[in-house]
């Protein structure tokens, strides 16, 4: 099987068009969760509706700008 020069670089425009669609792909992917989960981690606090990432266990989380204890509990608006 001969392979000319045209179908080299066609096959060579395809497999790069590939590539960059699944690096395309990929990085949206990890985008995605890595977003999912930053906003899993987000705790507004009820007090001055600052909202920032926490990263502890436990239930709850200090606020880093008034430093009121705030409940990570999400779903729950009202309070
Ligand atoms: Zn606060």
Known sequence: MEL??????LWV???SFAL???CAMSSRYFHA???RRGLARRVI????????EDS??????????CRAVTEKG????LG
């Open 4 to 9: 000319s020069l045209a179908d080299f670089v």
């Open 33 to 35: 969760r890595a977003e």
């Open 13 to 15: 425009l395809v497999g």
């Open 45 to 52: 606090c009820r007090l001055c509706l600052h909202a920032f």
């Open 20 to 22: 960059v669609g699944l």
């Open 74 to 77: 999400r779903g729950r608006s």
């Open 56 to 65: 502890s266990l436990g239930p709850t989380v200090e606020c880093p700008a």
